[in-house]
C-alpha cells in the first residue's frame, strides 16, 4: 500500500543518478540555487553536516588541535610559490579581478583550498622548536570551478575542515597525517555506518606538492568508489618554498615538517548512496538529526496528542525524539519520514494507549515491532544500536561481495562490467601501466591499502614483477 507514496523516487536499479537527484531534492536536503553548480543547504541537509562535524569537531580538539580562520582571498603571487602546488589548481580558480569598478594590482584567488595562507602565516609565527608542533584547523568554505557537478559529490563550493600542522621531525608529521586518517575512518565507520579501506595514493593520485597522500575508499551501492577523507604528508616541501624554519636546541637552522587533511560535505553523498533504498534516504541513527520520529494516530481522539508529547518528553533523555502533530493524513506522514530517512518511526493511537504499548517501526528493514509502554526505553535504545550496526554490516556485505581479484587486464575489464565494485590487482609501480589501466577500464587506482595482499605474482597490467596491491574502482 505505501508503495503509492514512493511512486516520485526513481528507482536505484533503474537509474542510480537520477534516483539520486530525486532524493537530495525530495528528502529535502539541499535546494538549486541560480549559480551553475551551487547549491543551497536545507535545514535537514545542515542538520546532517552539524552532527557529522560536532562530532569531527570534538575529536580534531581531543587530539590537541585548535581552530583558527583564514582570510578567503589569496594574492595570485602568494599561491605560485609552490610550482605542485600551483599546478595542480590552477584549472579550477575563481578569480577576482576587480573591487567594484577599480581593477586590482594583484589578482585575488578565491582560496580552493588554505595551505598558502598557513603557510605564510607559519613562516610569521614559527621561530624556535619551542614554537612546535602548531596543530591548526579551520572549518571553512572552498571554491573550485568544477565541469561537471552534482550536489554533495561535486559542487563549486563546499564546506570542509581543513587541518594544517607544522612540526620538528619527519616522524612525528607522519604520526600526525595517519593519526588524522584514523580520526576520519572512525567517523565513517563509527557515526555514518560507512566502512572503509585505508591506503597511500598513488604517485599519479596524491595531492599537488604533497609527499604522500593518504586516503580513506568507501564503496558505493552501484559499485562506485568515493574518496571519504584525505590526509597528507607534506615533507618539508612547502616550508623550503614558504620558507619557515626553526631553529632547533643545537642552535641550528631547520625547515619544519608539515601535514593537511580535509573531510567535507561529500561525505553526505556517500551516506546517501551508501544507505539509501527506493524509498529515499537511510540515515544511521548516531549521524541522524531526529532518531525517532512520534507519529499521533487518530490524533483528533481525546488524549491521543497529550499521551504522543508526553512520550516525546520521556523519550528524550535517551533519543532525539521529533513528533509529527500537523494535520496531515498518518500515510503522508510516515511516507514523509522514510523518504527522510529517520531511524525509527512512532505510531501510537487510542488502541495502543489502552493496551499500554506503542508500535516501533525500523527504517532500515521496515519491521514493525509492538513493545510495551514500560520496555520502551530499553528497547528503543537497543532498536537504534541494532540499526547502526545492521547499516554498517550491510554495507560492509555490499563491500566484500563487490570486491573482486584481477591478474591480467581483460580480466579487470570484465569484472569491473560484470560486477562494478573494487577491483584488487598488484600493480608494477609504474605510471604507463597506472594510466594504460585508466585510459583502457576508466578504473583509477583507489589506493593501495595498508594491509597488504599477494593477489598474483604479476603487474595486472603490464606482466612484471610486481609487489605492491591495488584497489582499482570507477570512481565519483
Ligand atoms: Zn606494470
Not at 583550498?113 to 619551542?130: A, D, G, M, Q, W
Not at 531511524?343 to 487510542?350: A, D, F, S, T, Y
Not at 561481495?401 to 569491473?416: D, F, H, I, N, Q
Request: proline letters at 4%; hydrophobic letters at 35%.
Amino acid at each position: 500500500m505505501a508503495k503509492e507514496f514512493v511512486k516520485d523516487v526513481t528507482s536505484m536499479d533503474e537509474d542510480f543518478a537520477q534516483w539520486y537527484t530525486d532524493v537530495v531534492t525530495k528528502a529535502d536536503l539541499i535546494d538549486y540555487s541560480s549559480v551553475r553548480g551551487s547549491m543551497i543547504i536545507r535545514p535537514y541537509g545542515y542538520a546532517l553536516w552539524d552532527n557529522i562535524k560536532n562530532e569531527l569537531d570534538r575529536r580534531i580538539k581531543e587530539t590537541g588541535h585548535e581552530n583558527v580562520y583564514m582570510p578567503l582571498f589569496i594574492p595570485e603571487s602568494l599561491l605560485q610559490k609552490e610550482k605542485d602546488h600551483v599546478e595542480g589548481f590552477a584549472p579550477e580558480v575563481a578569480w577576482v579581478t576587480h573591487g567594484g569598478s577599480e581593477e586590482l594590482a594583484e589578482r585575488l584567488v578565491v582560496r580552493p583550498t588554505s595551505e598558502v595562507l598557513f603557510c605564510e602565516h607559519y613562516s610569521n609565527i614559527i621561530h624556535s622548536y619551542r614554537d612546535l608542533p602548531k596543530l591548526y584547523n579551520q572549518w571553512a568554505n572552498v571554491v573550485r570551478w568544477e565541469k561537471t557537478t552534482r550536489p554533495f559529490l561535486r559542487t563549486l563550493e563546499f564546506l570542509w575542515q581543513e587541518g594544517h600542522t607544522a612540526h620538528a621531525t619527519d616522524e612525528e608529521a607522519m604520526e600526525e597525517t595517519i593519526q588524522m586518517l584514523n580520526v576520519y575512518a572512525a567517523i565513517c565507520e563509527e557515526i555514518l555506518a560507512i566502512p572503509v579501506v585505508k591506503g597511500q595514493k598513488t604517485e599519479k593520485e596524491k595531492f599537488a606538492g604533497a609527499k604522500a597522500t593518504f586516503t580513506i575508499e568507501s564503496l558505493m551501492h552501484d559499485g562506485k568508489a568515493l574518496q571519504s577523507g584525505t590526509s597528507h604528508h607534506f615533507g618539508t616541501g612547502f616550508a623550503e618554498a614558504f620558507n619557515i624554519q626553526y631553529t632547533d636546541k643545537e642552535g641550528k637552522l631547520q625547515y619544519v615538517h608539515q601535514t593537511s587533511w580535509g573531510f567535507t560535505t561529500r561525505i553526505i553523498g556517500a551516506l546517501i548512496m551508501v544507505h539509501g533504498d527506493d524509498r529515499g534516504l537511510v540515515i544511521p541513527p548516531k549521524a541522524a538529526p531526529t532518531q525517532v520520529m512520534i507519529v499521533p494516530i487518530a490524533q483528533h481522539k481525546e488524549g491521543v496528542l497529550d499521551f504522543a508529547y508526553d512520550l516525546k518528553k520521556s523519550l528524550s533523555g535517551v533519543a532525539r525524539v521529533d513528533i509529527d502533530a500537523s494535520d496531515k493524513k498518518p500515510g503522508w506522514k510516515f511516507n514523509e519520514y522514510e523518504m527522510k530517512g529517520i531511524p525509527v518511526r512512532l505510531e501510537v493511537g487510542p488502541k495502543d494507549i489502552e493496551n499500554k504499548q506503542v508500535v516501533l517501526v525500523r527504517r532500515d528493514t521496515l519491521e514493525k515491532v509492538i513493545v510495551p509502554l514500560d520496555q520502551l526505553e530499553t528497547k528503543l535504545v537497543e532498536l537504534l544500536d541494532d540499526i547502526q550496526s545492521n547499516l554498517y554490516n550491510k554495507a560492509l556485505n555490499h563491500r566484500e561481495e563487490r570486491t573482486s581479484v584481477a591478474v591480467t587486464l581483460p580480466e579487470l575489464k570484465e569484472k569491473l562490467e560484470a560486477k562494478p565494485g573494487f577491483i584488487k590487482a598488484m600493480w608494477c609501480g609504474e605510471l604507463t601501466c597506472e594510466e594504460k589501466i585508466k585510459e583502457e577500464t576508466t578504473a583509477t587506482s583507489r589506493c593501495i591499502p595498508f594491509e597488504q595482499e599477494q593477489v598474483s605474482e604479476t603487474c595486472v597490467c603490464c606482466g612484471k614483477e610486481a609487489d605492491k596491491m591495488v584497489y582499482w574502482a570507477k570512481a565519483y
